[in-house]
């Protein structure tokens, strides 16, 4: 693969001399994953990570740049590990979508310890742009305009990060926030008689299954407004 130049991405390069300690910036990247992987954004640290390698704090430093840029190539590898749908003409645009969408759902339901980082937002690396481009060309093939290809990109982006975010937080605690602890069922079945006949469905965590439909949903919504299908109503946004 060639090399890209993003203006804003930490450069390899630097003015001080490269360190002689055995490190890299992928092990860097490595160990602040694990860290993660174990204790939470709390647990990392560049003092942690250079421990962990058995290296001087200035030479996690010099791989790093500093504590939010490892952040941004942590998220940067973990969207290296999404599988992009094969550039395949033959692959309808929508099926490619859903390979994108589907693939980024099990890597981020696999690393949900960083969503917190993916929901603050960090610099974007070049795995992240390829994300992007691959979204955005698929988008193209579907015949969108810009501005739809941008909204429908968002939209689907909203969706897989809502369902990594559910699995990642337990079911216990969204029902200690939500009901203190009491079941939907508890409720005045007069006044809420649909909201307790759903009660054992609000209260199951079934992310994948859910993820599921409701990708489904939005893909067969947004084919009916790709331009072989323009002879339907369409409500502007």
């Not at 058995?54 to 996690?60: A, C, D, I, K, P």
């Not at 939209?155 to 079911?171: D, I, K, Y």
Request: charged share 25%.
């Amino acid at each position: 693969m060639r090399s890209v130049t993003i203006p804003w991405w930490p450069s390899r390069e630097r003015e001080r001399a490269r360190p002689t300690e055995p490190a890299s910036r992928e092990r860097v990247v490595e160990v602040a994953l694990e860290l993660l992987r174990v204790g939470g954004l709390d647990a990392l640290s560049m003092r942690k990570v250079a421990a962990e390698l058995g290296v001087s704090v200035s030479t996690v430093y010099w791989w790093a740049g500093n504590k939010e840029q490892l952040l941004a190539l942590v998220v940067d590898e973990i969207h290296g590990r999404i599988r992009l749908p094969d550039d395949d003409p033959a692959l309808p645009w929508v099926e490619q979508l859903r390979a994108y969408a589907e693939n980024s759902y099990a890597v981020y339901s696999e690393h949900a310890f960083v969503f917190p980082i993916v929901f603050r937002g960090v610099l974007a690396g070049p795995n992240t742009c390829d994300l992007v481009e691959c979204a955005l060309g698929i988008m193209r093939r579907g015949g969108f305009t810009n501005d739809e290809a941008v909204a429908a990109y968002s939209a689907l982006g909203a969706l897989v990060l809502s369902f990594v975010r559910h699995g990642f937080e337990s079911t216990r605690r969204d029902e200690v926030v939500w009901t203190a602890g009491h079941g939907l069922e508890e409720l005045d079945a007069e006044r809420y008689p649909t909201t307790v006949a759903m009660a054992a469905e609000l209260q199951a965590s079934d992310p994948d299954r859910r993820f599921r439909f409701a990708l489904d949903a939005f893909l067969a919504g947004l084919a009916t407004r790709a331009p072989s299908m323009r002879s339907l109503p369409r409500t502007p946004y």
